[in-house]
C-alpha cells in the first residue's frame, strides 16, 4: 500500500521561508509525475507545483517565483522550498501522485503565514 507522510510545517512570519518534505513508503516516486496541493478550510485542494517524472516544474500562478518543486529519488521524497511566503499561503499541504495514478491522501502539514 502506497503510504505519503507530509512534513515541514510550522509558524512562519510574512516573507519566511519553510521546506516542506513528502516520503513516500510502499512505492518509489521516480516513475510518477508527482505534485504539491493544499487547501483551505471549506475550499477545493489547489494544486500548486508540479514535477515530471523528467524533473520538469509548473507552478500555480499564485506561487510561481516563490515556490520550488524537487524529488531525490534516493530518499524517495518529494520537495517544496517556499519562500516570500504570504498569508494567503495558510493552508494545509498535501502531496500525491498525479492522476491517474493517485495515492490516498495523507495527513498533510499545516503551514501557518502569520506576523
Known amino acids: 500500500q502506497v503510504r505519503l507522510e507530509e512534513s515541514g510545517g510550522g509558524l512562519v512570519q510574512p516573507g519566511g521561508s519553510l521546506r516542506l518534505s513528502c516520503t513516500a513508503s510502499?512505492?518509489?516516486?521516480?516513475?510518477?509525475?508527482m505534485g504539491w496541493y493544499r487547501q483551505t478550510p471549506g475550499e477545493r485542494r489547489e494544486l500548486v507545483a508540479t514535477?515530471?517524472?523528467?524533473?520538469?516544474?509548473n507552478y500555480a500562478p499564485s506561487v510561481k517565483g516563490r515556490f520550488t518543486i524537487s524529488r531525490d529519488n534516493i530518499k524517495n521524497t518529494v520537495n517544496l522550498q517556499m519562500s516570500a511566503l504570504k498569508p494567503e499561503d495558510t493552508a494545509v499541504y498535501y502531496c500525491?501522485?498525479?492522476?491517474?495514478?493517485?495515492?490516498?491522501w495523507g495527513q498533510g502539514t499545516q503551514v501557518t503565514v502569520s506576523s
Open positions: 500525491n501522485i498525479l492522476p491517474p495514478f493517485r495515492a490516498d
Open positions: 510502499g512505492t518509489i516516486v521516480s516513475p510518477y509525475n
Open positions: 514535477i515530471d517524472n523528467s524533473n520538469n516544474t
